[in-house]
């Protein structure tokens, strides 16, 4: 009895020594292989959206489409950069995708099944998600001083209806509108945009409610006379 006592201990030991060394090694190998599938889930999703990038761009501006992708648990950030769509991880593992075109915007960071639209922004360049764009601002030069009948338009796509506009960096206090998605028009109104003789530069931006911002584009104010 005593002899059977002590076997069922030493079994009992010898088994919590095999699951000492071999938990730590299967859970290793679970997260090392559910990194992996993350970092093949972030790699197939972009390379959906390069696909979906190159065909609407051969079609020109304007024209967009919806590409459904698979966003990976895990996803820290994400940013693009000149032609390049990148997946920053929790652990700081990035993920780099090279499109044939100029990349404006990121790709969602939200994990799971989400709905990306790509836009075709013209000369080479593709928008990614639902960010706002400024394609021109006009006038691009003024003359100081202004009438409070001039106004200015901002041309471009995806400004929500609360947009708000800012220049050289702040909200502007004076007036302005969103009439739709594409286009947003401004006063420049008697002394709201001064000017100088060698020119005053404002640098226009759109920031939707979610707080994207567009790109900049700038506008020069003269004191005498536009001389770009």
């Known amino acids: 009895m005593e002899k059977r006592g002590q076997s069922i201990i030493e079994n009992f030991i010898l088994l919590t020594l095999v699951l000492g060394l071999t938990l730590p090694l299967l859970f290793y190998a679970s997260e090392k292989a559910g990194k992996s599938f993350r970092l093949n889930q972030a790699e197939d999703s972009m390379k959906d959206a390069a696909i979906t990038a190159n065909a609407i761009s ?3 501006r304007g024209n967009l489409n ?10 820290k950030d994400s940013y693009s950069q000149e032609n390049s769509l990148v ?46 764009y400024i394609y021109t601002l006009g006038p691009t030069c003024a ?12 041309v471009g796509t995806d400004f ?7 220049v050289n960096g702040l909200p502007t206090p004076y007036d302005y509108g969103v009439t739709n998605p594409e286009l947003i028009l ?3 109104g008697e002394g709201k945009y001064p000017g100088l003789t060698n020119g005053t530069w404002y640098y226009f931006q759109v920031k939707n409610p979610d707080g994207q911002f ?6 020069s104010v003269f004191f005498e006379g536009c001389s770009l």
């Open 160 to 166: 929500d209806a609360d947009a708000t506009l800012y």
């Open 87 to 132: 997946y920053v991880f929790e652990d700081g593992t990035e993920v780099k995708a090279e499109l044939e075109q100029e990349i404006i915007g990121s790709m969602p960071k939200k994990s799971g099944i989400q709905n990306l639209r790509v836009l075709s922004l013209g000369d080479g360049k593709v928008k990614i998600g639902n960010g706002p």
């Open 186 to 188: 401004f006063s420049y």
């Open 66 to 75: 919806v590409v459904a992708i698979s966003v990976p648990t895990g996803i």
């Open 214 to 219: 567009s790109n900049t584009v700038d506008n």
């Open 143 to 154: 003359v100081y001083p202004l009438i409070g009948a001039d106004r200015g338009a901002i």
């Open 58 to 60: 051969s079609l020109g």
